[in-house]
Nanobody, 131 residues
Framework: QVQLVESGGGSVQTGGSLRLSCAAS????????MAWFRQTSGREREGVAT???????VYADSVKGRFTISRDSAKNTLSLQMNNLVPEDTAMYYC?????????????????????????WGQGTQVTVSS
């Protein structure tokens, strides 16, 4: 049974840092496309970062240079290091897994693999950044 459990959310001030973790079970995260998404009330879910089976990462423009996605294959855990946080980063953050690797074309263009390809989701962890 596939399960994703996020942790590490919280409240910080502008300029602060947080590290989100996603513990996966039931599959090997190093063999599929893994991602972090975020969502605020009334808005569509937004892709934050993806990482493919080769470890290549893609980021949304809004987080480039501030966020880093990584995985620990031994622990089967996905992480998101978030630095220099701003109020616009406030959202519920979700870990997601596709059933296959990231789209080759998307990776080549440096864009996010489409959300509809992610079929397994965690319950989310809240991140709040105050000014």
């Amino acid at each position: 049974q596939v399960q994703l459990v996020e942790s590490g959310g919280g409240s910080v001030q502008t300029g602060g840092s947080l590290r989100l973790s996603c513990a996966a079970s039931g599959f090997d995260i190093s063999t599929v496309c893994m991602a972090w998404f975020r969502q605020t009330s009334g808005r569509e879910r937004e892709g934050v970062a993806t990482i493919d089976s080769e470890g290549k990462s893609v980021y949304a423009d809004s987080v480039k240079g501030r966020f880093t996605i990584s995985r620990d294959s031994a622990k089967n855990t996905l992480s998101l290091q978030m630095n220099n946080l701003v109020p616009e980063d406030t959202a519920m953050y979700y870990c997601a897994a596709a059933e296959d690797d990231c789209m080759v074309a998307a990776q080549a263009l440096g864009i996010m693999t489409p959300v509809h390809l992610f079929h397994n989701w965690g319950q989310g962890t809240q991140v709040t950044v105050s000014s």
